[in-house]
């Protein structure tokens, strides 16, 4: 049997069979649809990649108002777009550690205090333009000054001086940061020629392809790069990005053959859309988590007890049970889970209603709270602001729900209104979360929380090159955040995507967001 499933595959992979014939002969020959997928992949991804072609994506959460800005990009889809016609320094390697990019490598001094890159010889940018360390400081300029709107601004706090020497790139910090390299791979820091402050929105970068149409929260279209200098990128000739911010609208492009891959499959049908003949759909665990979030600084979430009172009035394995459907973990009020290095785990808060009451009234509060929610937020957000008035109401408490457009969701709610569903991808460090997100200082601050204790661990962290007492230091700040932040986060959701089987070269176990970290479409191919 296993010399004819090779035979088989070899064929398919040669283009000498359809794929309809291979899962009729593998289902002759008593092998499962679900199994012969997985052999179909691995022939696939062994075979090598096949140039050519297009790939299309149905992704979640772009809008009309987007900007092509790096510093601007707020959601899956800018991210994906940036990883085709940009690069930063450094990436996460698919495995874990990191990857050089625009950097060829890099080094610390002894006490992680001073860091030096050193630019790849001879990359350029898309318009031809070879990068230097120049372009590198003048990228980093821009995203840190003090009137930036970069999100990456929070990770860029703590930086006392930078330089570029011939082709080195130098960054002198106020205290020492072994994690600092792991902070670069922000996915806003992607280099532009003289930093992007000339033209921030020109999508001229060093990445695989070049963008050729934008039309913001509908499509995006880049074709290949002749002159990337990675082959491990770019086997497509082109890609064509689509936004679909409707789950269903989304799974029924992947099924009817519109798109190549989608992602954010709805956990709820996710198991459905797995057993079709022709997609594969992959889950992984990690940092993503899907958030209610209130401004600290705006009443009534300006007073704790309000907030506390609604920590305890959300029922979590509920939301995992009825939002998740298993493809995912009850969350504890903080952006932290086993997924980061140095995580320690706190006792877990319960849905009680009783003290959920006890905080209102002790708030002295009384009146309704309202809650903004949209599918573009995270699948099933709707679904879940309805748990939780659910929940809250057996504690007395009054929540209103407005179900805002998808469209123009990340301008104009979050970030903006006092009280709404999100979400975060997660990042790769605690200090890189905790900077982007709960810094006082960080653009990103979407719950307004300003703490000078979590502020001065946070720094002092960075710091501490003992582990032991670092680790220490997150478990505080993780408890700072949980008992008197704005943050509630019921759960931590797994990466769902879904995958045509004319897709080789996936990778199932990859660091970062879902779709390979976003570079799906940049690393697999079109099988023949």
Known sequence: MTKNLNYFTSRVIAGAMSRRDFFGRAAALGVTATAAQGLLGQAAFAAGPQKGGTIKVGIEGGGSSDSLDPALATNSTATMLLRLWGEPLVELAPEGGLEGRVAESWKGSADASV?????????????????????????????????????????????????????????????????????????????????????????????????????????????????????????????????????????????????HMIDRVPPRTAGLVARAPNINVYSKSGPGH?????HCDTAPFD??????????????????????????????????????PLFTPAEQREYDPDKAAFHMKKSGYDGAILLRTSDNSFPGAPDAAALFQQSCGSAGITLEIKREPNDGYWSEVWNKQPFCTSYWSGRPTQDSMFSTAYLSTADWNDTRFKNEKFDQLLLAARAELDEAKRKQMYADMSTILRDEGGLICPMFNDFVDAVSDQIGGWQEKTAGFGLMNLYAPVKTWIVA
């Open 115 to 259: 860091w030096s890159f050193k630019i790849r010889p001879g990359i350029t940018f898309s318009n031809g333009k070879t990068v230097t360390a120049a372009d590198v400081l003048a990228t980093m300029e821009r995203h840190s000054g003090e009137d930036t709107k970069s999100g990456a601004l929070g990770i860029m706090r703590g930086i006392k001086s930078m330089k570029a020497e011939g082709d080195v790139f130098t960054v002198e910090l106020d205290q020492p940061n072994a994690d600092l390299p792991y902070l670069l791979t922000d996915y806003h820091l992607v280099i532009q020629p003289n930093g992007g402050k000339d033209d921030p929105n020109a999508a001229i970068g060093t990445g695989p392809y070049v963008l050729k149409a934008a039309e913001p929260g509908v499509r995006f279209v880049a074709e290949k790069n002749p002159d990337h200098w990675d082959d491990s990128h770019g086997h497509a000739a082109t890609i064509e990005m689509i936004v679909i911010n409707d789950d269903t609208a989304r799974v029924a492009a992947l099924q009817s053959g519109q798109v």
């Open 303 to 340: 007073n704790n007890d309000v907030r506390m009172a609604l920590k305890y009035g959300i029922n979590r394995q509920e939301m995992v049970d009825k939002i998740l459907f298993g493809y995912g973990s009850v969350g504890n009020d903080t952006p932290i889970n086993a997924s980061y």
């Open 290 to 294: 899907y958030v209610f979030i209130m």
